[in-house]
């Protein structure tokens, strides 16, 4: 994860070379060789994720002339738009992600049986209802037909079981470590609050959508008390996407691993163009793309 990156590009090597200084552990070591179960460890995944996402960032904004209008992330993401923003340093963000991480790892451990269950094809009322019915949480809203539960491994069991009387066409149990923006990620959320608070953080240079009030937030207490939110409320990513459609927006960029923001997209609008970028081969292909 990111070694074609922190290899192919001076500006990749050195934020990673210092993002190993602020943790003080060799990050990257995980990300580039390892093994698999260590680098999908919550407390690792999660300060991969950020760091690799602002690699590519810094990159892409030294070799094109790029004047974002507004930054979103789902979930951790969120974090990796605010740093992108200027909100807070990546030493700082990475810290805080790192925290986070270690601390949601921590309350899935202690969780004792807890999961989640994507749901294909039924309505957000009907999706509701169902979790209400089940006494789970719904975790994310991600685009149209496509919203996930999180809850007890009961719960969700009994969530999937009556899915498709509910409407649902589609039920299946993802697998996760545990139950992320649910109740169960209380004890992370309380310890979370107070670093959040101690994390020096300023308003944002463009507006960052927060994924709890699907909104662009108003300045530094606003991004505390969203991030805090966050980790046990919903993920509103479409209903985020949605108003910057509605603020005219169509050309947005995916910064990370994999093509799930774009596919999402695809569902909340047709027009819309998103450019993946994941590792250097689809970096220089948007470097070109966008100095055409």
């Known amino acids: 994860m990111g070694k074609d990156i922190y290899e192919a590009y001076p500006q990749a090597k050195a934020l990673m070379d210092a993002a190993n200084g602020a943790l003080g552990r060799d990050l990257t ?6 093994p698999d179960a260590e680098l999908t460890r919550t407390g690792n995944c999660q300060p991969a994720l950020f760091l690799h996402g602002l690699a590519l960032w810094s990159i892409l904004k030294e070799r094109v002339q790029i004047e974002p209008v507004a930054a979103a992330g789902l979930s951790l993401g969120e974090f990796t738009a605010h740093a992108a923003a200027g909100t ?18 921590e309350a899935c451990a202690a969780s004792n049986g807890s999961t989640m269950a994507a749901m294909i094809g039924g309505t957000p009322e009907a999706v509701e209802n169902l979790a209400k019915e089940c006494d789970v949480d719904v975790a994310n809203f991600n685009c149209p037909g496509q919203i996930v539960l999180s809850g007890s491994n009961e719960g969700i069991d009994k969530a999937v079981a009556g899915a498709r009387a509910a409407g649902v066409k589609l039920a299946k149990k993802l697998n996760v470590a545990g139950a992320y923006h649910s109740r169960y990620m209380k004890p992370a959320q309380d310890a979370l609050r107070p670093v959040l608070e101690t994390t020096p953080m300023q308003t944002p240079a463009v507006p960052v959508y927060c994924n709890y009030g699907a909104r662009p937030v108003t300045g530094p207490e606003d991004v505390r008390a969203m991030l805090g939110e966050q980790v046990c409320g919903s993920v509103r990513w479409q209903a985020c996407m949605e108003d910057l459609v509605a603020k005219g927006e169509r050309l947005f960029i995916e910064l990370g691993p994999g093509t799930t923001l774009a596919g999402m997209m695809g569902r909340i609008c047709k027009e819309a163009r998103v450019i993946s970028i994941q590792d250097a081969e689809t970096l220089e292909a948007a470097i070109a793309e966008l100095n055409a």
């Open 29 to 34: 070591a995980v990300m580039f060789n390892g």
């Open 88 to 105: 807070f340093s990546m030493e700082d963000g990475l810290r805080l992600v790192a925290k986070r991480g270690e601390l949601m790892e």
